[in-house]
């Protein structure tokens, strides 16, 4: 599989490889993080998510690490598919009342046959 | 049995007009939010509601107006559309509270051009 940052806009893989994105969040003191998939002309639907006391979780064909050091996220798709191609956001927020999604630019994944 | 719905899906109409779009969630729901989506696909909250009150607002032009009639419903009223309105605007609802995690559901967007 292949990673690439924020700056890279687009991801292709081949279909079965493993996919991994990152995402490098800005603040500090969120505590709860989201990855998000959107298809074409849908909204943003929920993939998995991770609170800061773990550095791993683990979904179906999904796991999310976190790295709260250096303010990294990233999400690994296994034996991706045809039906995984999207644009992928993460998004970090704080807990607590008035709290607010913040979303990071989309990375599309691009699933070759 | 869609969770977060709006209305219209698309949405074209000239400049200088007021539109506006509607949002319903039956998740039973306590705050919802709109976003702005642009050609980019940059997301970016513009304002949130927690049972009808007004939480969050971004710096957003005040020719937006967003009302609450109750915790289910959140709409869009634009006036003086310009074409930098143009977007895809998308409601959210969350549970909110204290020691809640904030995981949004997404309506399937509104997607706003300006001509």
């Known amino acids: 599989g292949e990673s690439v940052g924020l700056h890279l806009p687009t991801l292709s893989v081949q279909e079965g490889d493993n996919s991994i994105i990152n995402c490098a969040y800005s603040?500090?003191?969120?505590?709860?993080f989201i990855w998000y998939k959107q298809e074409s002309g849908k909204g943003p639907q929920f993939i998995i998510d991770?609170?800061?006391?773990?550095d791993k979780r683990q979904g179906q064909r999904v796991t999310v690490l976190l790295n709260k050091t250096v303010k990294h996220l990233s999400l690994q798709i296994a034996a991706t598919q045809p039906g995984d191609s999207a644009v992928y956001f993460c998004?970090?927020?704080?807990?607590?009342?008035?709290?607010?999604?913040?979303f990071g630019k989309g990375i599309t994944l691009s699933v070759r046959p | 049995d869609t969770a977060v719905s709006q209305t219209p899906k698309y949405l074209v109409t000239q400049m200088g007009n007021d539109k506006s779009i509607k949002c319903e969630q039956n998740?039973?729901?306590?705050?919802m939010y709109w976003y702005k989506q642009d050609s980019k696909k940059f997301l970016k909250i513009m304002f949130s509601?927690?049972?009808?009150?007004?939480?969050i607002n971004e710096t957003v032009p005040n020719r937006f107006s967003p009302k609450s009639p109750d915790k289910a419903h959140l709409n869009l009223h634009i006036n003086s559309l310009e074409l930098g309105d143009s977007a895809v605007y998308f409601c959210?609802?969350?549970?909110?509270?204290?020691?809640?995690?904030?995981?949004?559901?997404f309506g399937p967007g509104t997607r706003l051009t300006v001509l």
């Open positions: 959210a609802s969350s549970h909110s509270g204290a020691q809640i995690y904030n995981e949004q559901f």
């Open positions: 603040n500090s003191a969120s505590d709860y």
């Open positions: 991770i609170r800061s006391n773990m």
């Open positions: 998004a970090e927020s704080t807990t607590g009342a008035n709290s607010k999604l913040t």
């Open positions: 998740l039973g729901h306590d705050t």
């Open positions: 509601y927690n049972n009808k009150e007004l939480i």
